[in-house]
C-alpha cells in the first residue's frame, strides 16, 4: 500500500503543515512551516529571505495552511520584482528541500515518527495543482517526479540507519 497524499494522517509531511516547534531559516527567523522555510532559503539576499520568513496568513483565513500559502506567495512577488535566487538548477532545488525537511523532523518528533512508522511504503506528493516536479499529479497517477516524496523515503532509510 502506498500513501499518495499528504492529507488526513499525513498531512504532517506537507510542507504547509504549521509545525510545532518551528524551524529556523538560514536568515536566523524561526519559521512557522518548512515551506516558509524552504521558500525564504532560495533567495541570496538576506532581506529577501527575511520577507518570506515573516510572511503570515490573515487571521481572517480559516485554514491550517494559510501561513505556508502565504510564504510561498510572498516568494513569487519577490522573485516578479526580479529577486536574485540562489542555484535554481534541479539538483539543487532538491538538496536545499531535503535540509529544509530534515531539519523539519529533527526538530519534530512526531513527524519524524510517522515517517518511521511508514515501514516500506511508497511515498507520494499526490496534488490537484498540477505540480509533477515535486509530488505527482493527479494523485493516484504517479505521473511525476515525486521529489517531495523521495526525499522524504530517503531521510526514513537514512533515520534507519542511524
Known amino acids: 500500500m502506498a500513501i499518495e497524499a499528504f492529507r488526513g494522517d499525513y498531512y504532517p509531511f506537507s510542507n504547509m503543515y504549521p509545525l510545532e516547534t518551528w524551524i529556523k531559516a538560514d536568515c536566523g ?10 521558500m525564504a532559503n532560495r533567495f541570496s539576499l538576506y532581506d529577501d529571505q527575511l520577507k518570506v ?27 516578479r520584482e526580479g529577486a536574485v535566487l540562489i542555484d535554481e538548477r534541479d539538483v539543487a532545488r532538491i538538496a536545499l528541500m531535503k535540509r529544509v525537511v530534515q531539519l523539519k523532523l529533527e526538530n519534530n518528533e512526531h513527524i519524524k515518527e510517522l515517517l518511521e512508522g511508514t515501514g516500506d511504503q511508497s511515498i507520494y506528493e499526490g496534488n490537484s495543482w498540477g505540480d509533477r516536479f515535486w509530488g505527482v499529479s493527479p494523485v493516484g497517477s504517479c505521473q511525476g517526479y515525486n521529489n517531495l516524496g523521495q526525499i522524504l523515503m530517503s531521510l526514513r532509510q537514512e533515520f534507519r540507519e542511524d
Open 29 to 38: 527567523e524561526d519559521v512557522p512551516t518548512s515551506e516558509h522555510a524552504y
Open 53 to 79: 520568513a515573516l510572511a503570515r496568513g490573515s487571521a481572517a483565513d480559516n485554514f491550517s495552511a494559510k501561513h505556508g500559502v502565504a510564504a510561498k506567495e510572498r516568494a513569487y512577488e519577490l522573485i
